[in-house]
Every structure is written in C-alpha cells, then in structure tokens.
C-alpha cells in the first residue's frame, strides 16, 4: 500500500494538513504570549467592534464558559479590556486594547508565514464549511 500523502483519502489528507498547520501555528503564537483562543477572540472583536462575551462566545461557536476563561486571561494579560454596558450595568462589554491590536498583527503575519493566502483553497474550504455546517 502507497503511504505517500497524495494516495490517502481526501478526509485523512484534509484532517493531517489541519492537524499540521494548528500545531505549527500555535507554536508560533505561543513564542509570541497570544493563545490560538484570544487570536479568534480578537480578530472577531476587530470585525464586529466592542460587544459582550455572550455575543463573542455564539460567533466562535464556543461555550460561554469557555469565552468567560478565555476574556479572563486575555483581560489579565492586557489584550482586552471589559467595561460595564452603558445601558446595562449588569452586562459587560469587551474592547481590543493597543497591546492586542498589535498582538493581532504579528499573528497575521504568522499566519500568512504559515499557510499562504490561496484562492482555490479559500473556496474549497468555505464550500465544505457551508455544506457541512452545524444546524
């Protein structure tokens, strides 16, 4: 049997280039202090602007638990900032600080370093995602 990644499966080849790509990534940012967790946190703050960790939490698909640890360590190590609601005391709003935006920007680079802006491949992956999206 051919074990050369061109004759595996396409779900096995897809998976083992994933798997790849985190695990050299995630190094990379960790060199750097900014977990693969507050990365998606950010660049979802830069889109949408300040919004609360419930909001955050739904658009990365994570639990609100799982946002709440995350903000926290982000809070503590000064990517983020978290301020009462102006309409809503009880509620609070999350704010990208200098120190994440530029956090974000050498990740940016990393990443382009990482996997290279493709069209095709662009494409095929946002197909799949669409089709294979969680209801």
Do not use: C, F, Y
Not at 56 to 76: C, D, F, I
Not at 77 to 97: C, K, N, W, Y
């Amino acid at each position: 049997m051919d074990e050369t990644p061109d004759a595996w499966p396409l779900g096995r080849l897809l998976s083992a280039a994933a798997r790849a790509i985190e695990r050299d990534w995630d190094e990379r940012l960790r060199a750097i202090g900014l977990p693969h967790a507050a990365l998606i946190a950010i660049d979802i703050l830069l889109r949408t602007g300040p919004t609360g960790a419930d909001t955050l939490a739904r658009t990365a698909r994570v639990q609100p638990q799982t946002m709440s640890r995350t903000l926290e360590r982000m809070e503590r190590d000064g990517l983020v900032e978290r301020s009462a609601h102006p309409e809503d005391r009880r509620r609070r709003i999350v704010t990208v600080t200098d120190r994440g935006r530029e956090a974000w920007e050498t990740a940016r680079h990393i990443e382009r370093d990482v996997l290279p802006d493709d069209a095709a491949l662009r494409g095929a992956l946002t197909s799949l995602l669409a089709k294979h999206r969680p209801n």
